[in-house]
């Protein structure tokens, strides 16, 4: 039984000025606003101006989190950035947000778990909260994507944006914040998203210069498979791990990768579409940045109430999957009415009953993915069949010189 309970109690966020529009994209490379919006749900991200980095980006982030939370920097004890662009190899980056913030008394760390950054770094600052260590710490997600992607990759530079989102997380002695969390890595498919050249690994020659070696690569079909997979698993483990099931959680807010991935995953676990928060057509996946950049707007547009608890949900480069239950802790308590027969038998049910409610929505759960899976595997052959059948006319030139479909 932890001693004190993470609260969050302030929250910020920064997106460049910059738009950059699938209609300015068909311009450089070969692609269309359908094929974008169609298979990745993205109308525009934000990118960051030339000279404007990570630390940048979220030092503003930060700054809002502690004015909303109205505590001074020195007032924090710990400061964790998720990044996986960084502003140099070395040093980290939270050192030079920790300077630029005047957080004068805090420790700095970074965290790299690719876009699943943000749930390590909360997970990572609860433990630090519930044994007492540490009062207030600062966890920011910000990412300048932009500098890491091949312009001319259309696999790629359709699809990230830049950004930060920041929140402060304190010690409260109302039950609330993290209920569960579960953390998650499969590093067999560690090349599946890689930037091959930068590392000790290899030496930046002049040939992986122009190889684009420094640049970003993904593998997008084997991270979608883990992706999907691993979303729904994670969800259902931490709701499980509540004590719960999906009817007490009233917000859903997944890392933002692909509109595809989130409505599967939503439609796999019953979750109404109106319960997840979903803005990756304004901001493209932004990796770390996207949770905390979500979560920021749910809170500003009042989608997120005191009271309320919502599930985290990542996946990203590792490959790596993280989620956690957090509980918004009412502003004000109200006195609780005395229960005048609290038996302990009662208690006991209570515990049961929420075992078996927790285990019937498992059964559900399951048995929806199963019926989805054997539908799949009747369509797939066919559609697959359908493609090898079109590339061979097309081979012998037997299409109609108007036939699209
Ligand atoms: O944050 C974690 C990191 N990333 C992810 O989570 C991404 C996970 N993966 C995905 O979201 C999807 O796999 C993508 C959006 C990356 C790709 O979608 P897909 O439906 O898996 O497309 P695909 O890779 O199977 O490609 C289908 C076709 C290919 O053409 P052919 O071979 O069928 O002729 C691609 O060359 O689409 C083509 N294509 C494009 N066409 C127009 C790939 N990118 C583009 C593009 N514009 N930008």
């Known amino acids: ?70 505590i001074d920097a020195s007032e924090i004890d710990l400061i964790i950035l998720a990044t996986s662009t960084p502003d140099h190899l070395c040093p980290p980056s939270s050192s030079i947000i920790q300077h630029r913030l005047g957080a004068t008394r805090a420790g700095a760390m970074s ?38 992607i091949d312009w001319e990759d259309r696999n790629t530079c359709v699809l990230f944006g830049d950004g930060a989102g920041a929140v402060v997380v304190s010690q409260s002695e109302q039950p609330g914040g993290m209920l569960s969390m579960l953390l998650g890595s499969d590093g067999s498919d560690w090349d599946a998203l890689i930037v091959p050249g930068i590392g000790s690994a290899s030496e930046l020659t002049n040939e992986a210069l122009a190889r684009k070696e420094h640049k970003l690569r993904m593998d997008g079909q084997r991270v979608f498979k883990f992706a999907a997979r691993t979303m729904i698993d994670s969800v259902t483990q931490v709701v499980v791990d509540a004590g719960m099931t999906l009817n007490d959680i009233q917000l859903v807010i997944p890392h933002q990768a692909n509109q595809r991935i989130i409505d599967l995953a939503a439609k796999r676990l019953g979750i109404d579409q109106d319960k997840i928060v979903s803005n990756i057509a304004r901001y493209g996946n932004t990796s770390a940045a996207s949770i905390p950049l ?101 081979e012998l030139d037997l299409t109609q010189p108007n036939d699209e479909s």
């Open 1 to 70: 039984m932890s001693m004190y309970h993470s609260r969050i109690t302030g929250w910020g966020s920064y997106s460049p000025a910059r738009i950059l529009t699938n209609a300015e994209l068909e311009g450089m490379v070969d692609t269309s606003d359908e094929w974008i919006v169609s298979r990745t749900g993205i109308r525009e991200r934000h990118l960051a101006a030339a000279d404007e980095t990570t630390a940048d980006m979220a030092v503003v982030a930060c700054e809002k989190a502690l004015a909303r939370a109205e």
């Open 111 to 148: 965290v790299v778990t690719g876009c699943t950054g943000f749930v390590y770094g909360l997970v990572t600052a609860t433990q630090f909260i519930q044994t007492g260590a540490y009062k207030n710490i600062l966890v920011v997600g910000s990412e300048k994507l932009s500098y890491a």
């Open 294 to 394: 979500a979560l920021c707007e749910a809170l500003d547009d009042g989608r997120l109430k005191p009271g309320d608890r919502a599930v985290f949900v990542a996946f990203g480069a590792g490959l790596t999957n993280a989620a956690c239950v957090w509980e918004f802790q009412p502003e004000h308590v109200e006195e609780q009415p005395i229960l005048v027969t609290n038996w302990p038998v009662s208690e006991a049910f209570r515990e049961r009953a929420l075992q078996m409610k927790a285990a019937a929505w498992r059964a559900q759960v399951q048995a929806r993915t199963m019926a989805s899976d054997a539908a799949m595997s009747v369509m797939l052959p066919l559609y697959t069949f359908r493609k090898g059948v079109k590339k061979r006319l097309q």
